[in-house]
């Protein structure tokens, strides 16, 4: 029987699970001075690159939290694009074909930033980094959640540290399930994850292999390799020599044999075109891939993120996309209620707006066309409908170019134009709990936003507007508007969310 110590610790929020979804969630709460703690059952961040996109979106966030040169930093240049060739060797003679990933250019129309090929270990490891900075605190590694229970007021975690049978006691005013598609957590609340399992078996290889100086000038995002015996799908993965093999199995391929280091070792040299190939198989799975949606997002104090909540195919391809969303969306929601700006009933918007997002992608997921989607229409899912950007300032010489984006604050953002005095005077009269940042923008920017003379944006956290004003001179009415629209913010409250996948 494991020996339950004595000690207990109370925290803000607890998260369960360092991945993309627990690190963002718990990064934006530290940026509040929230106390968060992260627990991760794992020793490290994972050596596996696994997902390798990070979109627009996310690194428009990254951007604002400062983290973009470093992201960069760990991944490859490569054209957003795939390239069908019969091998890495002919990749001279194959063709491009677009995908549902906007280029630089077609994001620059929309964005300060641009998607990058990121492989996941290294933005885990840059989010862990920035945790810890921003908290004071890094992730405690090695820690199993092992029971959970609630009552009113807390929820209450036993914790077993990594070769030890002592099992400590922790407690949080909110808990945070961000630990993966088969949740401990979300399996020891009730929910269950339903949806569609055997959509896509396959197998994947995580390998290392000097392709670069093969492909030459050839970089691409994708290669989808055609050669019978090595056909498959090449990702690189960041690194210089890392690299990710994908296959699609059929119903009757021999999965162990099809398996086996050394016979992917050989696939690989075919669809290398180069014989004698150095490949170093780092980690190979046969994996079953499924579409499922969790019934609820929540259980009193305790809110599921991530895979926790929900579970794609790689066809559907941006399940890291989901994790972050839903990373910032508890993460703010759950400041604004513990700093008193909200309401604790605020908390059920997470799911009202998360659960049909979520839902819609799973669909895609299960759906054999669902990668086949123009790229405008992947850019402006990604988008969300957030603040448009525009530039407020031209870079200069040791100064980096500022984007409406780059203004939203951690609690309410009004836009208005530099030359309109009203709105700035009705801000500064506020005395709702929330805060509301005053951005002024100069004309051309205003114009881009559509602000003309007596016109204003309001903005939530994640640059997500809610409300719109075309012409408001008199400081009493704006005040009045104002107040109008963060009563309405603060005291939304989610209808029914019925129904599953």
């Not at 989010?127 to 009552?151: K, M, N, T, W």
Request: net charge negative; glycine share 10%; aromatic share 4%.
């Amino acid at each position: 029987m494991a020996h339950r110590t004595a000690r207990s610790h109370h925290h803000d929020v607890v998260v369960v699970g360092a991945g993309p979804a627990g690190l963002v969630a718990a990064a934006q709460l530290a940026r509040h001075g929230l106390d968060v703690l992260v627990l991760d059952k794992r020793a490290e961040v994972s050596a596996l690159p696994r997902a390798v996109g990070v979109t627009v979106r996310q690194m428009e966030i990254f951007r604002c939290w400062g983290l973009e040169e470093e992201l960069r930093a760990g991944a490859d240049e490569v054209d957003f694009a795939l390239l069908q060739t019969r091998t890495v060797a002919e990749a001279g003679d194959g063709t491009r074909v677009a995908i549902n990933v906007p280029d630089l250019a077609q994001s620059s129309v929309v964005s300060p930033t641009a998607s990058a090929r990121v492989p996941q270990d290294h933005l885990e490891q840059v989010l862990a980094d920035y945790l810890a900075r921003v908290s004071g605190r890094p992730v405690r590694r090695r820690a199993e959640v092992v029971g959970i229970s609630q009552d009113e007021g807390s929820v209450r975690l036993s914790v077993r540290g990594a070769g030890s049978e002592a099992v400590e006691e922790l407690s949080a005013a909110y808990v945070v399930a961000a630990d993966g598609a088969h949740s401990p957590t979300r399996e020891r609340l009730g929910i269950e994850s339903v949806g569609a399992d055997g959509l896509m078996r396959g197998i994947s290889a995580e390998f290392r292999a000097p392709l670069w100086p093969v492909l030459g000038p050839h970089r691409y995002a994708l290669y989808s390799i055609s050669l019978p015996d090595g056909a498959g799908v090449l990702i690189p993965s960041g690194g210089g020599t890392r690299w990710q093999f994908g296959v699609v199995l059929k119903p009757d391929d021999d999965v162990e044999a099809l398996a086996r280091p050394e016979a992917l070792a050989g696939r690989i040299r075919l669809a290398s075109g180069v014989p004698d190939l150095a490949v170093e198989i780092v980690r190979q799975s046969a994996f079953t891939a499924g579409a499922k949606l969790s019934t609820t997002f929540s259980s009193g104090q305790v809110f599921l993120a991530g895979d926790a909540a929900h579970r794609v195919t790689p066809r559907g391809g941006n399940g890291l996309a989901m994790a972050v969303r839903d990373g910032i969306a508890i993460g703010w929601r759950l400041a604004w209620v513990l700093r008193g700006w909200a309401p604790a009933h605020f908390l059920d918007t997470y799911e009202a707006e998360m659960r049909p997002l979520a839902a819609a992608d799973v669909a895609r997921a299960a759906d054999p066309q669902g990668r086949c989607h123009a790229v405008l229409t992947e850019l402006l899912h990604d988008l969300g409908g957030r603040l448009q950007h525009a530039w407020v300032t031209p870079g200069a010489p040791g100064r980096s170019p500022v984007s409406t984006l780059d203004l939203v604050g951690d609690g309410l953002t009004l836009f208005a134009r530099d030359d309109d005095s009203a709105w700035p005077t009705a801000a500064a009269r506020l005395e709702r709990g929330v805060p509301v940042d005053v951005a002024t923008l100069p004309p051309a920017t205003a114009h881009a936003l559509g602000l003309h003379a007596g016109g204003a944006l309001l903005v939530r956290p994640d640059a997500v507007p809610i409300a719109r004003w075309y012409r408001v001179t008199d400081v009493p009415r704006a005040v009045a508007e104002l107040e109008r629209a963060i009563d309405d913010v603060l005291d939304q409250r989610a209808a029914t969310v019925a129904g599953a996948v």
